[in-house]
């Protein structure tokens, strides 16, 4: 069965740094693309930043550009998301999200998810 | 950056109601828009991509239509498990979106 399991998230200060990873099982990893989406207590659904099956491209939010970085190690079967100068408005549940594989290619659908991880931005 | 709108952003249907929900976006997206399930406390669904095409393992009762700006997902008979919010998403390009959501609730 596919497999996405979020950790890292915890109760941090504004301004602070946190990194979260993204453990992947039961596909081959590599063959897809992957991002993070993010979802505020009880709002909407938000995405963050993608990256591409080879790590080569990623892409971001105007919201997170410059503060979050997304990278992935194919070896190990996951994804992170560094996250710096962190913010109130970052306060949200984070979900890591596979990328459909799917003609044509440059369709971005996310078709397995994680139960995500709380980042809560509080001083 | 392409907005996206949802309606209704709520409705109220009981078991075995035909549903339908609205996106529309700003520009046109060709067929590059998704449908998302959410049940509550649990991670959203890929239900539909690419406008219309039904995701693999989801119910024949889903159903997506539309191109350009407007588009329709529906819910041929409304089960117990569809008391959810619903979402659209475009890929076509600068940023993804997200619709606001539609919550779907029991009448």
């Known amino acids: 069965d596919v497999q996405l399991v979020e950790s890292g998230g915890q109760l941090i200060q504004p301004g602070g740094s946190l990194r979260l990873s993204c453990g992947a099982s039961g596909f081959t990893f590599n063959s897809h693309e992957m991002n993070w989406v993010r979802q505020a207590p009880g709002k909407g659904l938000e995405w963050v930043s993608y990256?591409?099956?080879?790590?080569?491209?990623?892409v971001y939010a105007d919201s997170v550009k410059g503060r979050f970085t997304i990278s992935r190690d194919n070896a190990r079967n996951s994804l992170y998301l560094q996250m710096n100068y962190l913010r109130a408005e970052d306060t949200a549940l984070y979900y890591c999200a596979r990328g459909l594989v799917v003609i044509p290619a440059d369709l971005v659908a996310f078709d397995a998810w994680g139960q995500g991880t709380m980042v809560t931005v509080s001083s | 950056d392409i907005q996206m709108t949802q309606s209704p952003s709520s409705l109220s249907a009981s078991v075995g109601d035909r549903v339908t929900i609205s996106c529309r976006t700003s520009q046109s997206v060709s067929n590059y828009l998704n449908w998302y399930r959410q049940k509550p406390g649990k991670a959203p669904e890929l239900l539909v991509y690419?406008?219309?095409r039904l995701q693999s393992g989801v119910p024949s009762r889903f159903s997506g239509s539309g191109s350009g700006t407007d588009f329709t997902l529906t819910i041929s008979s409304l089960q117990p498990e569809d008391f959810a919010t619903y979402y659209c998403q475009h890929s076509y390009k600068g940023p993804l979106t997200f619709g606001g959501g539609t919550k779907v609730e029991t009448k």
């Open positions: 690419a406008a219309s």
């Open positions: 990256i591409s099956s080879s790590g080569s491209t990623t």
